[in-house]
């Protein structure tokens, strides 16, 4: 992990340079500005870390029950992050420097036309995506992870937790935008309140759902026994063990998404019709919910399973672009302009 974090850093420097942007540390090192950056910074790491700090909640909360529920949830969340960080990071830090000229110009028109159409696109990659993993999390956990002391038991377990994170995490990356948009307008306040009221629900939630504790003698277990009860004195819990907290993280974030649009909106932040999104989003969940259904139906084709389930992903991939297609999801074809536009200019400069 530090050596490719350290790797993610130099491999930097040449674009910098190709880019004329020379990076030489000189005095003053504590500038104005470099306050300023401090001060914003502080409260924006607890807004950003909502979700990685109700991963360690929950982390917490799997150790009070059955062995091996604490593996179960990390596995199923290393398999969940791929989409998130692949997609969901990279559109994200295209989309703040783009959003905070547009907020530095007051140009709120396309402020709003970039949220929006990053939102779009979130719904078009995430959901299906969601879907797929849903579908498939038992063969992609068995070919990644079944193997030594990982037992059968372990995959199915990993499986359940992979099933529940999926259901939410189309939430976690519209929230995550959301984020983006406060932080364009140098507002890290916002953030960080709810990131805590995010933290606060998952924790609420995972309390709700997971069972009664059987809490050993120890301080924090003891309090999360005591807030557990005082949730069940009001209504009857769940007792989903280490399902109920991948669906606890995941549902506070589709939650808070609604809310986060709310505060931009009371704050003027962001003042655009969220129609396209909407659209979009309703279509993809059609043909999502089309192509879960026909997945369900596939058979293994293969004595292999890793083959089977690349050729079960092909065969979903088809159908949901068909899907795609038929319903006249914009998003499909304005992919394909994008992608043939780049193809085009990459052969011109050749």
Not at 22 to 39: A, D, G, K, V, Y
Not at 84 to 102: D, H, N, Q
Not at 289 to 305: D, E, K, S
């Amino acid at each position: 992990v530090l050596v490719g974090g350290l790797v993610q850093v130099l491999i930097q420097f040449p674009f910098l340079r190709k880019a004329s942007l020379q990076l030489h540390p000189r005095p003053p090192f504590l500038t104005h500005e470099t306050r300023q950056i401090l001060l914003l910074m502080l409260p924006a790491i607890v807004g950003a870390a909502a979700y990685q700090i109700s991963v360690l909640v929950n982390t917490i909360l799997a150790s009070l029950l059955e062995r091996g529920a604490v593996s179960w949830l990390f596995f199923a969340d290393r398999v969940s992050q791929l989409p998130i960080g692949i997609f969901t990071v990279s559109l994200g830090s295209v989309l703040l420097p783009a959003l905070s000229r547009s907020a530095a110009r007051a140009d709120d028109a396309s402020f709003g036309r970039d949220t929006v159409n990053s939102l779009r696109f979130t719904s078009f990659i995430m959901l299906p995506l969601a879907g797929y993993l849903f579908v498939f999390s038992e063969p992609i956990v068995i070919t990644l992870f079944q193997r030594g002391n990982f037992s059968e038991t372990d995959a199915r377990m990993t499986a359940l937790a992979l099933q529940a994170i999926s259901i939410g995490i189309w939430g976690v990356a519209c929230n995550y935008l959301c984020m983006r948009c406060f932080l364009a307008h140098k507002n890290t306040l916002m953030p960080m309140i709810l990131g805590c009221l995010n933290v606060s629900l998952t924790l609420l939630l995972a309390l709700f759902m997971m069972g009664p504790i059987d809490a050993p003698a120890s301080s924090i277990a003891l309090a999360l026994k005591a807030l557990q009860d005082s949730i069940y004195s009001l209504h009857a819990g769940m007792n989903l063990g280490h399902v109920g907290l991948a669906l606890s993280s995941g549902i506070s974030s589709t939650i808070m998404f609604p809310i986060a649009v709310a505060a931009l909106r009371a704050r003027r932040l962001f003042d655009y019709s969220l129609q396209p999104f909407l659209v979009t989003s309703g279509k993809t969940v059609v043909a999502t919910g089309i192509v879960m259904t026909c997945a369900f139906q596939l058979g293994h084709f293969f004595n292999n399973l890793l083959l089977s389930l690349v050729f079960n992903s092909f065969v979903s991939l088809t159908i949901f672009l068909l899907t795609a297609k038929i319903l006249k999801l914009n998003e499909l074809e304005e992919t394909i302009a994008m992608v043939l536009r780049k193809y085009k200019g990459g052969q011109t400069s050749h």
